[in-house]
DNA sequence: TAGCACATGTAAGTAGTTACATGATTGA
DNA sequence: TCAATCATGTAACTACTTACATGTGCTA
């Protein structure tokens, strides 16, 4: 149950509302959890009731009005001890890759198709990325702001993240530079 | 609902028993998905039903008897189907990686033997994937095995297994260097 | 004038996890 | 004799996904 903690996570730097802790898991989250909007409201209202976040009411004028969410003493302390236990590695779990496992028995050209969907995908994912990580660092170097900025959690996570993608992208390539090889070889005999 | 498609990709180079399919599920499948005893055992039996995949009883005299499973015509033809759909993309959800965001709000020592624990659990399961697929390339080099090996599929995704897993184990090493770096800075001042 | 961003959810269904059950044989 | 391997599940619970609901105001 690790999405209150994701939810918790992703409030300490800043008051959000439900709304934008949504796009935030769209965004810059994805580089450690992902959930959708229905999830994250649940979430939220769970943790209040908790105690774990508390809210306060933002009228506006020319927009509906919103909560903002902090996260509480007692939040703060949940974290802590769920940092203080192992954590439990994830596994993949990828639909591509079991398309992948089944190359020798499958239609080469589709698998090509879905490789390729996936490679510009992954491309894209990882320059935005890297775009974040330009945008955290501001005018500093990696290793100095890596040394001395004042937060680097999330800097390190987005640099997670985008080399997954990074690597996602070139197994795409190599996959595909294989499959092709793979159809010459066969043609030619 | 890709376990079922998991399940398939399993059976499609070999008979094997429902226990048999659990241990992939713990070893060389964990590559390209994840899944509990319960869930595998569960999903044969629909499989079973729905005429995917058969199976057949073998006798035994000295362990109890099992039921081997093989991948129908029809079932081959729903991976098919599967494989032209478009793959939805995964996302990282871990533990970890959560704890790492909230790096700057926790306690270092505690993160940093998180990391080393993870960092022990990659480095082993990347030299038990390394150990597989020199099994699988037998004598050949990788190239050469790639162009003429007879099922590449199986080695492909437990390459990209074998290189999430290092990727896991160089970032834990990077982290575990860059909060030890700014404990020493914010030593210093 | 149609669609998107803001803002927050409910309801129903599917998938995954945790806990438990059974019983024989083999190796330390 | 204790734990592990073989072999197969059931039951209860938690988490996640898909589909739907509501209403305003701005922008193309």
């Given at each position: 149950m690790a999405l209150r903690h994701?939810?918790?996570a992703a409030l300490l730097d800043e008051?959000?509302?439900?709304?934008?802790?949504?796009k935030a898991f769209a965004a810059g989250v994805a580089n450690f959890w992902h959930a959708l909007p229905q999830q994250v409201y649940a979430e939220l209202a769970r943790l209040?009731?908790?105690?774990?976040?508390?809210?306060?009411?933002v009228v506006q004028e020319a927009r509906p009005n919103k909560r903002l969410f902090h996260v509480t003493g007692e939040g703060l302390a949940e974290l802590e001890s769920f940092a203080s236990a192992a954590a439990k590695p994830s596994f993949l779990r990828?639909?591509?890759l079991v398309q992948v496992q089944a190359a020798d028995h499958l239609d080469t050209?589709?698998?090509i198709e879905r490789l390729t969907e996936r490679f510009a995908f992954a491309e894209a994912k990882a320059a935005l990325f890297d775009e974040q990580l330009r945008t955290m660092r501001g005018g500093c170097d990696e290793a100095e702001f890596l040394l001395?900025?004042?937060?680097?959690?999330?800097?390190?996570?987005?640099r997670r993240g985008r080399d997954f993608e990074r690597a996602n992208?070139?197994?795409?390539?190599?996959?595909?530079?294989v499959l092709r090889a793979r159809r010459e070889v066969r043609a030619e005999s």
């Open positions: 994701a939810v918790l008051e959000l509302s439900g709304y934008q802790v949504t209040e009731k908790e105690g774990l976040v508390a809210g306060r009411e990828e639909d591509l050209d589709v698998l001395r900025g004042a937060r680097v959690g999330p800097y390190l996570t987005c992208r070139d197994w795409c390539r190599d996959v595909v530079e």
